[in-house]
């Protein structure tokens, strides 16, 4: 497996303004993830945020709302940007090492937007 | 398009009860299996994997599943559950080869009760 922290844990913040997360993997991984899990709900994935070139979206989640660093194998960003109380959710990164190990998962950031 | 599906959104039990959680999915090729848990407050846990090899697969803390290509299912078992099994479960797949993306089911909440 491998060890993934995440800053910061949980954060209130105002509508309009922006928040980055980090996701800090204690080992160099091939892939990183970028999930979120809204209140009561599954999680969806966000961005594959790849190494040295520009992350992946998936449909519904745009470059300006939601972008995403990747500028070594241990560490990835992604912002929140101009939030709305839409965007109250937790945001989870993932990492899969090989192609052919299960994604784990960092502890999440828990956000709220007044 | 992929898509995962938990039948049951909550299940109560009692301690000592069986269990068994259903995991349907749709997908045009091979798949990775895997069910996830998050105890209350804690992060996002493999429970268990499967990858190819014997369908039926064993986890962590007694729970196996087996995979059954015909049904395209991968149903969740234990035989004798526990008070600290209370937890929420997500099924999820990704196709095999390669560093792709996790379809999650929406989740079944267990509450067992002593």
């Known amino acids: 497996s491998a060890v993934i922290s995440q800053k910061p844990s949980r954060d209130i913040c105002q509508r309009g303004t922006s928040l980055t997360i980090q996701c800090q993997v204690d080992?160099?991984?091939?892939?990183m993830f970028w999930y979120r899990q809204q209140p009561g709900q599954s999680l969806t994935l966000i961005a594959t945020?790849?190494?040295?070139?520009?992350?992946?979206?998936e449909s519904g989640f745009v470059i300006d709302k939601f972008p995403i660093s990747r500028p070594n194998l241990t560490f990835s960003t992604l912002t929140v940007s101009n939030m709305s109380p839409e965007d109250s959710s937790i945001y989870l990164c993932s990492v899969d090492r090989s192609g052919e190990e299960p994604q784990y998962f960092g502890p999440g950031t828990r956000l709220t937007v007044l | 398009a992929q898509s995962v599906s938990q039948h049951n959104h909550h299940v109560i039990l009692s301690e000592a009860a069986s269990l068994e959680l259903g995991c349907n999915y749709s997908y045009g090729g091979t798949v990775n299996l895997f069910w996830y848990v998050q105890y209350p407050g804690q992060h996002l846990q493999l429970l268990l994997k499967y990858f190819s090899g014997d369908p039926l697969v064993k986890g962590i803390k007694g729970f196996e599943a087996e995979f059954i290509k015909s049904k395209f299912s991968f149903n969740l078992r234990k035989p004798s559950v526990q008070w600290s099994d209370t937890a929420e479960y997500f099924c999820a797949v990704n196709a095999r080869g390669g560093y792709n993306k996790l379809i999650f089911g929406a989740g079944t909440r267990l509450a067992v009760h002593p």
């Open positions: 945020a790849n190494q040295g070139s520009e992350a992946t979206y």
């Open positions: 080992s160099q991984v091939t892939m």
